[in-house]
């Protein structure tokens, strides 16, 4: 089973940036999909969570109404859209897959690498 991260980078402060989450290996049809992400000297902390067949999302207070998650499920493919990014929306991000109390919690059982996020002021 693998998840690929990708599509971070450098954007500008009220930029857009949409990272995807590249599902292999099997389906996760019954599972959530959760975004997190860590700032140098921070802990890791959640973003944002869909329920791949359901399409229940669930936000951080922090990037509500700026990030939006979805699925496309002929691509098994994640998306966050991440609108009028933030200097403080600077981390790396991460894909997690799992159960929806363990996605929840922040322990997914499946994770992606990190892509990298940065946003100048």
């Known amino acids: 089973v693998q998840l690929q991260a990708s599509g971070g980078g450098l954007v500008q402060a009220g930029g857009s940036l949409r990272l995807s989450c590249a599902a292999s290996?099997?389906?996760?049809?019954?599972?959530?999909v959760g975004w997190f992400r860590q700032a140098p000297e921070k802990e890791r902390e959640f973003v944002a969570a869909?329920?791949?067949?359901?399409?229940?999302?669930y936000y951080a207070d922090s990037v509500k109404g700026r990030f939006a998650i979805s699925v496309d499920n002929a691509k098994n493919t994640v998306y966050l859209q991440m609108n009028s990014l933030k200097p403080e929306d600077t981390a790396a991000y991460y894909c997690?897959?799992?159960?929806?109390?363990?996605?929840?919690?922040?322990?997914?059982?499946?994770w992606g690498q990190g892509t990298l996020v940065t946003v100048s002021s």
């Open positions: 290996g099997r389906t996760f049809s019954n599972y959530a």
């Open positions: 997690g897959a799992g159960t929806y109390l363990a996605t929840m919690r922040g322990l997914p059982t499946y």
């Open positions: 869909i329920i791949w067949n359901g399409g229940r999302t």
